[in-house]
């Protein structure tokens, strides 16, 4: 079985501690309580998610994980790669790899258009302690070729449908257990599109 080397437990609170989304004090401690995966047609970049709880809130972490270092986001962020990276680490067989934190990296932003646009699902991971994340794209409207939807990533998760709103043109739905696999799911909203002015 492959390991990663640091383990997500030791970088992912202290980098969840200095974001600017995290509603706690100090470092959290937290456990997980979903998962999910995305594919990158390339095959090039892994993409998953981590949805955390340290009790309290459900956080979720999109994380891109590539061979080499990311160069500047042209189109996707103006966030410095340095900023966007949560952590470096080791992999057992893939060797180095650079983790980041996936809403600056343009392979996702793409993925979940698609997946939006597909109305498709993700993969997902299941265990005695920790449930599936029942992940799934929902389309509304249609947007204008060539545009792009801003994605807005709900890093703060809470039961209920995406706000309404004619530029609204699609979300990522999911389900989550907060209270262990064996408790009921909770579904939200993940993600939600919105058309770029002028053009839904």
Same mark, same amino acid.
């Given at each position: 079985? #492959?390991?990663?080397?640091?383990?997500?437990? %030791?970088?992912? /609170?202290?980098?969840?501690? !200095?974001?600017?989304?995290?509603? =706690?004090?100090?470092? /959290?401690?937290?456990?997980?309580?979903?998962?999910? !995966?995305?594919? %990158?047609?390339?095959?090039?970049?892994?993409?998953?998610?981590?949805?955390?709880? %340290?009790?309290? $809130?459900?956080?979720? *972490?999109?994380?891109?994980?590539?061979?080499?270092?990311?160069?500047?986001?042209?189109?996707?962020?103006? #966030? %410095?790669?340095?900023? +966007?990276?949560?952590?470096?680490?080791?992999?057992?067989?893939?060797?180095?790899? @650079? *983790?980041?934190? +996936?809403?600056?990296?343009?392979?996702?932003?793409?993925?979940?258009?698609?997946?939006?646009?597909?109305?498709?699902? +993700?993969?997902?991971?299941?265990?005695?302690?920790?449930?599936? $994340?029942?992940? !799934?794209?929902?389309?509304?409207?249609?947007?204008?070729?060539?545009?792009?939807?801003? *994605?807005?990533?709900?890093?703060?998760?809470?039961?209920?449908?995406?706000?309404?709103?004619?530029?609204?043109?699609?979300?990522?739905?999911?389900? @989550?257990?907060? #209270?262990?696999?064996?408790?009921?799911?909770?579904? =939200?909203?993940?993600?939600?599109?919105? +058309?770029? $002015?002028?053009?839904?």
């Amino acid at each position: 079985m #492959a390991t990663i080397t640091p383990q997500f437990r %030791d970088f992912l /609170p202290p980098w969840i501690a !200095r974001q600017p989304w995290y509603s =706690g004090e100090g470092v /959290p401690s937290t456990r997980p309580v979903g998962f999910y !995966r995305l594919e %990158d047609p390339a095959g090039a970049v892994g993409l998953e998610t981590h949805l955390l709880t %340290d009790g309290t $809130a459900v956080y979720q *972490i999109p994380m891109s994980y590539r061979g080499a270092p990311l160069a500047r986001l042209a189109g996707a962020s103006q #966030a %410095d790669p340095a900023t +966007a990276l949560i952590s470096q680490a080791e992999h057992s067989e893939l060797g180095t790899r @650079w *983790i980041y934190d +996936a809403v600056h990296d343009p392979v996702w932003i793409a993925v979940v258009t698609e997946l939006v646009l597909a109305e498709g699902g +993700a993969a997902t991971r299941s265990s005695d302690t920790v449930g599936p $994340a029942l992940v !799934r794209g929902v389309r509304y409207q249609a947007w204008a070729a060539g545009a792009q939807p801003a *994605i807005e990533l709900n890093r703060m998760l809470v039961a209920g449908p995406p706000p309404e709103g004619p530029d609204v043109v699609g979300a990522v739905m999911g389900g @989550w257990h907060a #209270a262990g696999a064996s408790g009921p799911a909770t579904d =939200g909203c993940l993600a939600m599109l919105r +058309a770029p $002015a002028g053009r839904a």
